[in-house]
Structures are given as structure tokens and as C-alpha cells.
């Protein structure tokens, strides 16, 4: 079982930056693939990053060159660094875990919460 908790979301001008972390619980956790899945209002949720075991990652056409996922398995942590952010970037951010990368982007089996960032033009 992973348990996932996010922090780190809030209000930033276009052109900012923020960076979203998720503390996850469970021994096995750095064994799972991470990501991160946003859902904005009236919208359906959509695939934004994730990151292997071992760092290999994969990102959304619309967030490449700007979000930066990372993950440290020591301490049970991932981060999303988001820079150069845009109003079409706000949402409600997830923090999503699977065993294997693929199926963070398709089907995850943990979300945490969710963390609020707004991007005000």
C-alpha cells in the first residue's frame, strides 16, 4: 500500500515558477513509478509527468521544456518543478503512483489528495 500526500501548490503570476512535492509512505514505494495527473475546472483529468524506479521520465507535449519531474527513494519523495507557467496550467495537481511508468500514465492505482495551483495572467 502507498499513501501519497502533496504540498507546495498556491497562486503565481504567469511566467512564475512553483514546485509541487509528494511524501509518499510505504517500503516499497521506491519501487513504484510516480507522476503527477492535473485536473482543471471542467475538465476531464489529464497526464502530466512521471518518473521511473530508476529516473527515466516521460512528460505531456504541453508541459515538455518547462516542468521538471525528480524523485528521491531515500527519503520517499518526487517533485515537480513547474517554471515558465501559464494560465492554462491551472488545476488541481495529483500526485499518482503504479508499478511501472506506463501504467502511471494510463491507469494509477494511488493518488494522493491533490494540491490547488493557480496561474493568474
Known amino acids: 500500500q502507498v499513501q501519497l500526500v502533496e504540498s507546495g501548490g498556491g497562486l503565481v503570476q504567469a511566467g512564475g515558477s512553483l514546485r509541487l512535492s509528494c511524501a509518499a509512505s510505504?517500503?516499497?514505494?521506491?519501487?513504484?513509478?510516480m507522476g503527477w495527473f492535473r485536473q482543471a475546472p471542467g475538465k476531464e483529468r489529464e497526464f502530466v509527468a512521471a518518473?521511473?524506479?530508476?529516473?527515466?521520465?516521460t512528460y505531456a507535449d504541453s508541459v515538455k521544456g518547462r516542468f521538471t519531474i525528480s524523485r528521491d527513494n531515500a527519503k520517499n519523495t518526487g517533485n515537480l518543478q513547474m517554471n515558465s507557467l501559464k494560465p492554462e496550467d491551472t488545476a488541481v495537481y495529483y500526485c499518482?503512483?503504479?508499478?511501472?511508468?506506463?501504467?502511471?500514465?494510463?491507469?494509477?492505482?494511488?493518488w494522493g489528495q491533490g494540491t490547488q495551483v493557480t496561474v493568474s495572467s
Open positions: 499518482v503512483a503504479a508499478q511501472t511508468i506506463w501504467a502511471v500514465r494510463t491507469t494509477p492505482n494511488y
Open positions: 518518473i521511473s524506479w530508476s529516473g527515466g521520465n
Open positions: 510505504g517500503r516499497t514505494f521506491s519501487t513504484y513509478a
